[in-house]
């Protein structure tokens, strides 16, 4: 046990890393990422225009799959572990945990845990979407929660929305898991949904639960302060025969939306995607004053466009990506000479940096300070269990 005036230094490990977000929230808990790794040069190369480089923090750019023992790290506390969620999310095609070819690297990550043996963190923290719950009936959450459960972990799920922080409707679910026994998880966390009660057929497979402070309320406002201001000659505006296309895609209830936006008083803004309803692509328009989730740049349907409407006017142009950094809890993100698609990309795919703080503060350090108070010997962590 530290010493009251030796505070005591987290370190974690940052698995499918990305462009670091989850690094940016941890850090601003006080946490030390001293590890990351992530398959794509490219998003590496935008860590470290951000972090740099230093002798305290290693980044492997290599398949986790085929990292060996000794590149895995050691004396780490947490593993975070943002991994894939094409297979899991609604937007993708679904195949899940076991038959997905993106998704299933969640099985590189056990198998990594597994190899560091007893030197593997006490705690671990999974995010992905909350779809995860659903897919395969749950059978795909179940079978990773016993997964890890066989690693001597006992698991704890919870959702969290990136809209109680940033104006942008990105839901998470996130796995807590540790190893050891803690006394203070004595009351359901009340950020524990009910519809996610019924998946397990097993309810010893959640076998903790830390109360944590209730976060901040949902934003139903407040995008307009997060976007930038474009010159009215900037070519980034759509022309008048694409936002002509634009309002003539609309269904009757857009339209109406649209007309009651556009004839306001004030000037607003509102956030766009285009869908295919029965076999027609439209756009529509959300009702609040939120951005919907960012996703990444592949598909036209995937990007977000931003309408600004009031007084009579129209300007229509894509969300740019330094919106994308901002709506990420990122703004001073550097991105200038980064290819656009590769900022989208790399935002897109990363968990919301507020979200990591917030859930670093009130769960995750505070668990790892009662472990260190009341550690008791977990017999159950020197299992071994490799994924097949």
């Known amino acids: 046990m530290m010493a009251e005036d030796s505070p005591r230094a987290w370190r974690a490990a940052e698995f499918f890393a990305g462009i670091g977000l989850a690094r940016l929230g941890m850090s601003k808990a006080g946490i030390d990422v001293v590890w990351s790794n992530d398959i794509a040069p490219t998003k590496h190369a935008m860590f470290e225009r951000n972090f740099g480089t230093s002798e305290d923090h290693t980044f492997l750019v290599e398949d986790l799959g085929k990292l060996s023992r000794e590149q895995l790290p050691e004396n780490t506390d947490i593993a975070w572990a943002s991994f894939p969620c094409t297979d899991l999310s609604v937007a993708g095609g679904r195949a899940g945990l076991h038959r997905g070819i993106a998704s299933s690297t969640f099985w590189h990550f056990i198998k990594a845990l597994s190899k560091l043996g007893s030197a593997r963190p006490p705690v671990i923290a999974l995010e992905n979407v909350t779809a995860f719950a659903t897919s395969h009936s749950g059978q795909d959450i179940a079978s990773a929660i016993r997964s890890l459960n066989g690693l001597g972990y006992s698991v704890d799920v919870l959702s969290i929305d990136a809209r109680r922080f940033v104006p942008q409707s990105r839901p998470r679910l996130f796995l807590i898991g540790t ?11 009340p950020l524990r949904p009910d519809w996610l009660v019924p998946i397990f ?188």
């Open 179 to 189: 190893s050891a026994p803690v006394a203070t998880m004595t009351e359901p966390s």
């Open 201 to 388: 057929d097993d309810p010893a497979l959640v076998t903790h639960k830390m109360h944590v402070p209730e976060p901040p309320p949902l934003l139903t406002d407040g995008l307009v302060a997060y976007l930038e201001t474009l010159s009215e000659d900037d070519p980034r505006w759509w022309s008048t025969e694409r936002v002509d296309a634009f309002v003539g895609s609309l269904s009757d209830l857009q339209s109406e939306r649209f007309n009651t936006l556009r004839d306001g008083k004030t000037g607003t803004a509102r956030t766009a995607y285009r869908r295919m309803r029965q076999g027609t692509p439209r756009w529509e328009l959300r009702s609040d004053g939120i951005a919907g989730c960012l996703r990444t740049s592949s598909g036209g349907s995937s990007k977000q466009a931003v309408v600004f409407l009031g007084q009579g006017d129209v300007r229509i142009r894509w969300m740019t990506p330094r919106e994308y950094a901002s709506l990420m809890g990122a703004p001073e993100y550097p991105i200038d000479g980064v290819k656009e698609h590769h900022a989208y990309s790399g935002f897109g795919d990363a968990v919301c940096a507020p979200v990591v703080e917030w859930l670093s503060v009130n769960y995750l350090v505070p668990l790892l300070a009662s472990m260190e108070i009341d550690v008791i010997p977990d017999e159950a962590r020197q299992l071994e269990f490799v994924a097949s």
